[in-house]
């Protein structure tokens, strides 16, 4: 199982990105499958997340509203379209898959997620 996330850059505060996570080696859409980011000196936060069989997504209260989670069955690929950025969003962005469907109370953890994408990079300017 690979993951790749991608998408990520310099951007002003209030703009929009796009980040994808594209896999290989298992069919993204029927995953667990989870962002999470990191800011320098941070610990791993959890963004957002959906679990297979579920019809709704998780959003960490930070960024709900403002990001958007969905999947591309297509291309095997899951995004996370991110708009009103904010100085404070600026961290690398991992994507993360779970085989197993993981029970709603551990999804923000990052231990709960087995495999990891590399990360992607957004700064957000002030």
């Known amino acids: 199982v690979q993951l790749q996330a991608s998408g990520g850059g310099l951007v002003q505060a209030g703009g929009s990105l796009r980040l994808s996570c594209a896999a290989s080696?298992?069919?993204?859409?029927?995953?667990?499958v989870a962002w999470f980011r990191q800011a320098p000196g941070k610990e791993r936060e959890f963004v957002a997340a959906?679990?297979?069989?579920?019809?709704?997504?998780y959003y960490a209260d930070s960024v709900k509203g403002r990001f958007t989670f969905s999947r591309d069955m297509a291309k095997n690929t899951v995004h996370l379209q991110m708009n009103s950025l904010k100085p404070e969003d600026t961290a690398v962005y991992y994507c993360?898959?779970?085989?197993?469907?993981?029970?709603?109370?551990?999804?923000?953890?990052?231990?709960?997620?087995?495999?990891w994408g590399q990360g992607t990079l957004v700064t957000v300017s002030s």
């Open positions: 080696g298992h069919t993204f859409s029927l995953s667990n």
């Open positions: 993360a898959r779970k085989e197993n469907r993981p029970i709603s109370s551990s999804i923000a953890s990052a231990d709960t997620w087995g495999d």
């Open positions: 959906v679990r297979r069989g579920d019809t709704n997504t």
